[in-house]
């Protein structure tokens, strides 16, 4: 029997006393005590009902015990479906709806508002608290700690990631095993690890970041991960001189660079710093370079394809831009159904086997954007150079990305129309030094009416998860239209493009 993404992942480890995860309190696991906990675990999705091919909807705090959920569901055959934890009950019970998991597990902490987000669901519930605690593993640890892995094929999903749109609402990217496993092998090596890596690792485990790309490099490599719960740039300083590498959004890098205990001296020994899931401004990339000497290699994905583009780990690492095309990804930039020449602006295509199965009972709107061919089309605009080098100059849809997270401005839009004295509402992504973007929120106010901003902000806080509220709001009389009446918010845009960056 064969389970593509388990055996590579974790076939060459099992027994091995070699350390896998570093804790902030010191404490180590070793890559034989992970392999058992997800044994334990998959043992438990079975006891469960959970069948291969049934979901499992996961929103639970960064642990050890998390990634081994994730490893579980993989071996047992179950399709693993992280959500953000920010996430609020209403748009939970979104994504339950849509995907009707077999098992839904939440932080015990979230367990009192089953009725908001568990809805009409016939799932089983149980719980996960970040320190290891809840039902889920209260229930595991009595079963076995051994399992064989259930039989899959590299087509064989592994993963829902809900992503955003231009239009309705989220999307499930379905990824099989092999659109994981091939794309984590080509990064494994492209970006030179090995067993001797010490990743410091910092980010969340409900997106394709923290989760793919990350966890699976280092666990095919044999490496090892300091666990952070999440980014604080003091403890992450802390743990950097144990560190060879560490994986960032563009918000870890301004932060460690307002630290003036983050020299030279601390990250000189450190093999590589990348950065991704967000722009990163040239400033913040030329800053870095001056304080440590390090160039830090920006690349480009999504939760469609994962990783498309990297800069070179050898040769220039251009800032602005996110090098070249992944070995086995195709990229080309079309316009009006044709390729484009050299240093034109185009909408960027991809194909390859990194490259998704469709979106999770959505075959009109996989038609649209997963062409017959392979092609995936991505929304974005960009360019290549003469050295052949990527550069992403925006998205042709107006899809905000902000802290590494997606941001669908339409979604924003209808919470804040429903408030009292608005007429109508625009949502924007603008140039943010610590987030890559920020969410604005331009507003026309009824007749007569007096909005205060502030208190609009406050009156989302438990409508929207944080990082898609608005982290400014404009009250203005009218939007700016064309002469068909669509809001212009290129305009909209231009207008405010300074509103953060601006000193």
Known sequence: ???????????????????????????????????????????????????????????????????????????????????????????????????????????????????????????????????????????????????????????????????????????????????????????????????????????????????????????????????????????????????TSMMGVPTFYTRLLDQPGFTRELAGHMRLFTSGSAPLLAETHRAFEDRTGQRILERYGMTETNMNTSNPYDGERRAGTVGFALPGVELRIMADGSEVSQGEIGTIEVRGRNVFQGYWQMPDKTAEELGPDGWFITGDLGQIDAGGYVTIVGRGKDLIITGGFNVYPKEVEEVIDDLPGVLESSVIGLPHPDFGEGVVAVIAREKGADLDADAIIAGLSDKLAKFKQPKRVIVVDELPRNTMGKVQKAALRSEHAGMFTDK
């Open 1 to 243: 029997m064969t389970n593509p993404l388990f055996d590579a992942l974790m076939g060459p480890h099992q027994g091995s006393d070699r350390t896998f995860l570093i804790l902030p309190d010191g404490a180590t696991l070793s890559y034989d005590q992970i392999d058992r906990l997800s044994a334990q675990l998959a043992n438990l999705l079975t006891a469960q009902g959970v069948k291969p091919g049934d979901r499992v909807a996961v929103q639970v705090e960064k642990s050890p015990e998390a990634l081994a959920l994730y490893l579980a569901c993989a071996r047992a055959g179950a399709v693993f479906l992280p959500l953000n934890t920010a996430y609020t009950p209403a748009e939970v019970a979104y994504f339950i709806g849509d995907a009707q998991p077999a098992l839904v597990v939440c932080d015990p902490g979230r367990e009192g508002q089953r009725q908001a987000f568990m809805g009409d669901s016939l799932a089983t519930l149980m719980t996960l608290a970040d320190n290891g605690d809840g039902s889920l593993m209260e229930a595991a640890k009595a079963l076995p700690d051994d399992q064989t892995p259930v039989d899959r094929g590299p087509d064989d999903l592994a993963a829902i990631l809900y992503t955003s749109g231009t239009t309705g609402r989220s999307k499930g990217a379905m990824l099989s095993h092999d659109n994981l496993l091939s794309n984590a092998q080509v990064l494994a090596d492209y970006w030179r690890f090995d067993q001797d890596d010490v990743l410091l690792h910092a980010l969340p485990i409900f997106h394709t970041h923290g989760l793919f790309v990350a966890s699976n490099v280092i666990l095919l490599a044999g490496g090892a991960m300091i666990w952070l719960p999440k980014f604080d740039a003091v403890q992450a300083m802390e743990f950097l001189p144990r560190a």
